[in-house]
């Protein structure tokens, strides 16, 4: 049987492939690509894939490996790429995750605003992998589904 992964979902420059480093305890050099990443934990997801809608195929393809889904927004830039009800395509549980969360205070309810309008349910999870605030309360979440080694 093949390894449900977590799927990384979010816009450029939000933080996917940090937070992937991190659920996968990669502590080696960060490295940009267009590429969809399968890790020991994650699949990183390239932004391309939501921010140009008829790409959306591919990443609904892609969430057939997956567990579940985090779904990223960026506190220090809310421009909104997902489509309206985007987190209802998939068939796994999809989860909430404000990035940067140390940045621009005043985006925090822009932020949970554009996660309920993606059709994202609470809890979300305001993290930092910068300071690592809400980085372990993400992978006690994660464990609780199974989806990481305790």
Same mark, same amino acid.
């Given at each position: 049987m093949k390894k449900k992964r977590i799927m990384i979902i979010g816009a450029r420059n939000c933080g996917k492939t940090s937070l992937a480093n991190v659920l996968n305890d990669y502590r080696g050099d960060l490295r940009k690509t267009?590429? *969809?990443?399968? =890790?020991?934990? *994650?699949i990183d997801v390239p932004s391309a894939y939501i921010e140009i809608p008829w790409m959306y195929m591919h990443t609904i393809a892609l969430?057939?490996? @997956?567990?579940?889904?985090?779904?990223m927004v960026d506190q220090s830039n809310c =421009?909104?790429?997902? =489509?309206?009800? +985007? @987190?209802?395509? +998939?068939?796994?549980p999809v989860t909430g995750v404000i990035s940067k969360c140390d940045k621009n205070m005043k985006n925090k309810n822009l932020c949970e605003k554009q996660l309920r309008a993606i059709g994202v349910e609470e809890p979300y999870f305001r993290i930092s992998t910068k300071s690592g605030e809400g980085i372990q309360a993400l992978k006690d979440y994660l464990k609780a589904w199974n989806m990481l080694s305790v």
């Amino acid at each position: 049987m093949k390894k449900k992964r977590i799927m990384i979902i979010g816009a450029r420059n939000c933080g996917k492939t940090s937070l992937a480093n991190v659920l996968n305890d990669y502590r080696g050099d960060l490295r940009k690509t267009q590429d *969809t990443i399968f =890790s020991k934990n *994650t699949i990183d997801v390239p932004s391309a894939y939501i921010e140009i809608p008829w790409m959306y195929m591919h990443t609904i393809a892609l969430s057939q490996d @997956a567990g579940c889904i985090l779904l990223m927004v960026d506190q220090s830039n809310c =421009s909104e790429v997902y =489509s309206p009800g +985007f @987190a209802r395509i +998939f068939k796994c549980p999809v989860t909430g995750v404000i990035s940067k969360c140390d940045k621009n205070m005043k985006n925090k309810n822009l932020c949970e605003k554009q996660l309920r309008a993606i059709g994202v349910e609470e809890p979300y999870f305001r993290i930092s992998t910068k300071s690592g605030e809400g980085i372990q309360a993400l992978k006690d979440y994660l464990k609780a589904w199974n989806m990481l080694s305790v």
